[in-house]
Structures are given as C-alpha cells and as structure tokens.
C-alpha cells in the first residue's frame, strides 16, 4: 500500500509527533510548519524535510494530508483542526482539546460529518505502566472502583515563566499562562493528563456534579502578565456513585519539584501509580487481600515495551479502526475542566 502522507503544525510539543511519525514504515511526512524559524531549521536539519511552511493553514491548503497533527497554542485547536478534516485528513490534536467545551463538540461534529478519524493526544496513557494498569482493571483485579485521586503538581514549574527546568522544547512560551491563547492554566495543562488517566481506567463513567476551586497565589509574584490560576482542585460524583479527586498545580509549597500520581481504589484491590525521582519515569503498584493476608506488587523492570500514541494513530487512519483516546473522550474531558471553572467562579457544584 502507498505510505500515508502526515504533515505536523507546531514543533513545540509537535516535535514528538514528527519524530514518532517517522519512525513508522507506513507514513512519509510530508510538510511541516511552525511560526518560529530556529524550529523549521531544526527539523529540515534532523530530518531532511523539503517542504517547511510559516502557517499551518497554508500546509493544510497545499498540501493533501491523510494525517494531520495539530500541537499549537490551544485557541488554534478549532480552526486548524477543523480545516484540516474538511480538507481531508485524519487528525490528532494535542490537549486539551479545544478551549472549551463548544469547541470540541464542533470539532468533533465536523469529524463525525465527514468520516474522518480525531483523535486526542493523552499521551500518558502510552506509557507501559498506565497500560499495565489499565489490563488489571480490565481483567477485573480491582473490582468495582470507587474513589480515584489524581494528581500533578508543581512546586515552581510555569512553563515558560521560572527559571525551574521546566522551559523545555515542548512546555514553554508566555501562551501557556496567557488565559487568551491557553483557556487556563495547569488545570487545563497538566490536569487535563491525569483526569483523562483516571477517567480511562474507570471506563469514563457519567458525571453526575462537579464542585472545584483554583487559586493564583504565588505564579503572579513570579511571572508579568500571569492571567490564569496557578492551582485547582476538584472534586467529581460520578453517577454510579463513584468519587474522583483531581489537583493541579504550576506553583505550590510543596517538597517535590514535581510530584505526580494516579490512584485507584476498588473492592477488590487498589492502583497507584507515581513519579520516580520528581521526574518523568514511574511505577505502578497493585494492592489486593488473600484470604486474609494483604499483599503488595510492582510492575518488575524491564517493563513491557507499548506503541506510541503517533503509532497507534497511524494504525487507526491505516486499518479502519478506533483510535486509542478518542473525540468523544475529549469532549467529555473538556465539559469537566469547564465545570471546574464554573463551579471555581460561582463557588457552587455545576450539576450535570
């Protein structure tokens, strides 16, 4: 069969995406675009590309994409993604997925109208640890899950704002905490991670309410022009009677530099999920009683090796088949982090 033709918009967090598209057989990268210069250079550089565009709307309209990856400030989610299905491709749109929840259903729409696959880079469900989780839960170890906590947070980690090691390719610029471009702050950025975490391993049950708060305590100090929170929390009923605690923080008096976990509890037995050495490596434990006795395990190294969401959304465009996180998903993800805005702004639950 032909190589499908795959172009990136944006080379911040869009470079893993190129760099995982070209190490598929199945897909030719065509084009790429990003506004900055240095970012195109680089790219042409690594790996050899001949067509480098300023504005992704200009790679959509020349170019004929079966796959098109949208990972830009978040207010361009909508118009790039949506021309990008309406020209024709398949598309994977970096979180969240739009800047609220109307856009994501417009999105969505128009992928439904035409056919067209979109799928949402929730990138730390391809990790081996969150699959592994996720294969308990499946095989029923936990049994019923009744309360889940969900956590990321920063003790100083504005992206693109403090000097904390936290500037890197993918996680800077002044858009990430200007409320305009981002919608939010790390609610709507590293929230949205571990919301969708949690919700995946519960198997996204309904939500029933939501009552949450955010805060901009410290980040102000440290930024100029700082116009989003610098930490939530929330609290979410599901309709089947299950709890869900979600925090999120770029900023917070903590002891860690970063500190994030995932945990689930069930009647059958429990699921926590953590960082290694407050950075981007994890284990995963399972906690369960026999006759009795309570036992602890770990997921023992070397871990099993998982396809990369770019992978994975290449077989999907390829084989007709769903895409590991999808629109809907996104959608449902994107009317919780509005909820917990609401209900921050009016200081009552938002009932679903």
Known sequence: MAKLKAGVIGLGMGYNHLRGYMTHPDVEVVAIADRQADRREKAQKEFNLDKLYVEGIDMIRNEKLDILSVAVPNNQHKELTIAGLKAGAHVLCEKPMAMNTAEAEEMLETAKKLNRQLGIDFSYRFTPQSRAMKALVEEGRLGEIYYARSVWLRRRG???????????????????????????????????????????????????WVMGSTYSKIAPALVKNYT??????????FRNGATLELDASWASN????????????????????????????????????????????????????????????????????????????????????????????TGKPVQF
């Open 158 to 208: 504005v992206p693109g704002g403090t000097s904390s090691g936290f500037n890197t390719e993918g996680a800077s610029g002044s858009w990430f905490y200007d409320k305009k471009q981002s919608g939010g702050g790390p609610l709507i950025d590293l929230g949205v991670h571990r919301l969708d975490l949690a919700l995946w391993m519960m198997g996204y049950p309904e939500p029933a």
């Open 228 to 237: 989003v929170e610098d930490l939530a929390c929330a609290m979410i009923k």
């Open 254 to 345: 903590i002891k860690e530099n970063e500190q994030m976990s995932t945990r689930l509890l069930g009647d059958k037995g429990g699921i926590y999920q953590y960082n290694l050495n407050e950075g981007y490596t994890y284990d995963v434990e399972y906690y369960q009683e026999i006759e009795g006795k309570q036992y602890d395990c770990k997921l023992h190294p070397p871990v099993p090796e998982v396809k990369s969401a770019f992978h994975m959304f290449v077989e999907a465009v390829r084989d007709n088949k769903p895409f590991l996180a999808t629109g809907e998903q996104g959608v449902t993800v994107m009317r919780l982090l509005d909820a917990i805005y609401e209900s921050a702004t």
